[in-house]
C-alpha cells in the first residue's frame, strides 16, 4: 500500500519568513498529488493540485508547490508566511491504477504556528 | 448553504451504544468518503461509495458500517461505540474524475 510521510509534524516560523514543508510518498506510479490546509475549527479546503504538466503548481494564497517526480517529493512553499497562515496542512497522493483514480492517502499532516 | 453537510456537529455518547453520523451534499457528486482524524495521524478512510449501489471499506473499517440511502445520503454507524473512536469524522464527496475532494465540517465524537 502507498505511503505519504510528511517528516515535520509541528512548524513555527515569524511572519514574512519563507516556508517549505516536505512530503514524500511511495507509490511508483502515476499519481495526482495534492495539498490541503486546515484552518482552526473548520474543515480541510484545497491548497492545490498537480495532475499532470508543469511540475511547479500555484495555488492560493501565495502558496505553490513542485512535483519532483525521481524523489518522489511533493513539497509546498511560500516565500513569505503571515499570521493567517497558521494551519493545518495536509499532503494526500491518489495514485492512478489504469488510468482511473483510486482513493486518496493523506499524510499525518504539520502543524504551522506563525508568530505575529 | 453548506455543499456537504453532517451532523451532528458534536456528540458525547457511552461506551456499547450504537450511534449514527449522518452526510448529505448538495454537490450532485457520485462518490462520497467517511474519513476520521486523530492528531497526527492524520485522516485515515474508512468507508467509501462510488455510487448508491457501490460501498467499499477503507483502511480502518473495523467497527463502523455504512449505509448509501441516496446519492446524496451517506451516514456511517458505529454499532458499538468503544472510546478509541473517539475523533474527529469527517466526510467528503468528489466527482467521477476525482479532481478533488470536498469536505463537510466535521462531526467531534466523544466516547466515554
Known amino acids: 500500500a502507498q505511503s505519504v510521510s510528511q517528516h515535520n509534524h509541528h512548524v513555527i516560523l515569524s511572519e514574512a519568513a519563507s516556508l517549505e514543508l516536505g512530503c514524500n510518498y511511495s507509490?511508483?506510479?502515476?499519481?495526482?498529488l495534492f495539498w490541503y490546509v486546515q484552518y482552526p475549527g473548520q474543515h480541510l479546503q484545497l491548497l492545490l493540485k498537480?495532475?499532470?504538466?508543469?511540475?511547479l503548481v500555484k495555488g492560493i494564497k501565495g502558496f505553490e508547490a513542485e512535483f519532483i517526480k525521481s524523489k518522489f517529493s511533493f513539497n509546498l512553499r511560500k516565500p513569505s508566511v503571515q499570521w493567517s497562515d497558521t494551519a493545518e496542512y495536509f499532503c494526500?497522493?491518489?495514485?492512478?491504477?489504469?488510468?482511473?483514480?483510486?482513493?486518496?492517502?493523506f499524510g499525518s499532516g504539520t502543524q504551522l504556528t506563525v508568530l505575529p | 448553504d453548506a455543499d456537504v453537510t453532517q451532523t451532528p456537529r458534536n456528540r458525547i455518547t457511552k461506551t456499547g451504544k450504537r450511534i449514527m453520523l449522518e452526510c448529505s451534499q448538495t454537490?450532485?457528486?457520485?462518490?462520497m468518503y467517511w474519513y476520521r482524524q486523530d492528531p497526527g495521524l492524520g485522516l485515515r478512510l474508512i468507508y467509501y461509495?462510488?455510487?448508491?449501489?457501490?460501498?467499499n471499506k477503507g483502511e480502518i473499517s473495523d467497527g463502523y458500517s455504512v449505509s448509501r440511502q441516496a446519492q446524496a445520503k451517506f451516514s456511517l454507524s458505529l454499532e458499538s461505540a468503544i472510546p478509541n473512536q473517539t475523533a474527529l469524522y469527517f466526510c467528503?464527496?468528489?466527482?467521477?474524475?476525482?479532481?478533488?475532494?470536498?469536505f463537510g465540517s466535521g462531526t467531534q465524537l466523544s466516547v466515554l
Open positions: 467528503a464527496t468528489s466527482d467521477g474524475g476525482f479532481s478533488q475532494l470536498f
Open positions: 507509490y511508483g506510479g502515476t499519481v495526482n
Open positions: 498537480y495532475f499532470s504538466g508543469d511540475p
Open positions: 494526500a497522493v491518489n495514485p492512478i491504477s489504469s488510468g482511473s483514480a483510486r482513493q486518496l492517502t
Open positions: 454537490k450532485g457528486h457520485d462518490r
Open positions: 461509495s462510488f455510487d448508491v449501489k457501490d460501498i
